[in-house]
């Protein structure tokens, strides 16, 4: 059965973290990837920077072979980034052990991941691998498939789509009328209100789909 973690990584501990580290970005995002062989062809959406400057960054990274702004927008561009093959590290392993990335998120400081791994073994792989590459993987959570379906803690938020939420309670956003946006949410947490939106969708995608779930036998016998 296939196993889910949620994990931080600083973003000094693997190659594509250096990279983006090195640029004047503020926020990363991946898209989505793309492996092609043994490359690794991803999607990011970069935020709140001179986009321009950051692909000249990116160019220059010696572990990059095309760097592409594909669309751009007020506060954020999506790349196309095209990386050397044989980068080691974190995303070695991950190509090696056919693991999928469902979210990744990160700073010039560390990056957030959800991962999933084909079995237990894979994971396990995983985690000796960072150990030997001195990866600095801190996990927050390990489940499968079956638990996150059944469970009430199902669809748990990453740090940063909880950080999120948290304010947006605090602040007063579901409140009617509502007493802060997503601008002002954004100025608190230091985010583009572009970031604050999407992680916002996203947490309350995970909550609604939880709650849905808990609630689909009393939906049958009503039924």
Request: aromatic share 8%; net charge negative; with cysteine.
């Amino acid at each position: 059965m296939s196993v889910m973690i949620e994990c931080t990584v600083p973003a000094e501990d693997f190659t594509l973290g250096r990279a983006f580290r090195d640029t004047r970005g503020e926020q990363f995002e991946l898209e989505r990837l793309v492996p092609t062989s043994r490359a690794i062809v991803p999607f990011f959406w970069i935020y709140d920077g001179d986009y321009e400057s950051i692909a000249t960054d990116l160019e220059t990274d010696v572990t990059t072979e095309n760097v592409r702004v594909v669309d751009e927008f007020d506060d954020r561009a999506l790349f196309r980034i095209e990386w050397e093959t044989g980068i080691g590290g974190l995303m070695e392993s991950l190509l090696d052990l056919e693991v999928a990335i469902l979210q990744a998120e990160g700073t010039a400081e560390r990056w957030e991941f959800e991962f999933r791994f084909p079995d237990g073994e894979s994971l396990s792989a995983f985690q000796a691998a960072c150990r030997e590459a001195e990866i600095d993987l801190d996990v927050h959570r390990v489940y499968d498939l079956a638990e996150d379906r059944s469970s009430p803690e199902g669809g748990s938020l990453t740090p940063a789509q909880r950080e999120v939420l948290t304010a947006a309670l605090e602040g007063g956003y579901f409140a009617v009328p509502r007493e802060t946006n997503l601008v002002e949410i954004g100025e608190e947490l230091d985010i583009s209100d572009q970031a604050v939106g999407e992680r916002m969708r996203r947490a309350m995608a995970k909550l609604a789909r939880s709650a849905v779930i808990a609630d689909s036998g009393v939906g049958d016998e009503r039924a």
